[in-house]
């Protein structure tokens, strides 16, 4: 797993957003809030990135 850091994420209902769009996009992720951190599967990274700018947040490894 990569681990991308999601300075934007603020509460539960970033997490859900993220995780929707994540779970359609068939990418294994792992989120963690405190940390504003998601995890992500090694071989998506690029997609998950992707996701995540669509959504509005800035994602960095």
């Known amino acids: 797993m ?3 850091n999601v300075p ?6 970033c997490v859900a957003r993220i995780s929707d769009a ?3 996009a ?9 940390a504003k951190t998601v995890a992500v599967d ?3 990274v690029d997609l ?6 669509d959504l509005g947040f ?3 490894v």
């Open 58 to 60: 800035d994602a960095t």
């Open 48 to 53: 998950a990135i992707s996701e995540l700018d």
């Open 42 to 44: 090694e071989a998506k």
């Open 26 to 34: 068939d990418v294994a992720f792992q989120v963690n809030l405190e």
């Open 8 to 13: 934007d994420m603020h509460c539960p209902k």
């Open 22 to 24: 994540l779970t359609a």
């Open 2 to 4: 990569t681990t991308l």
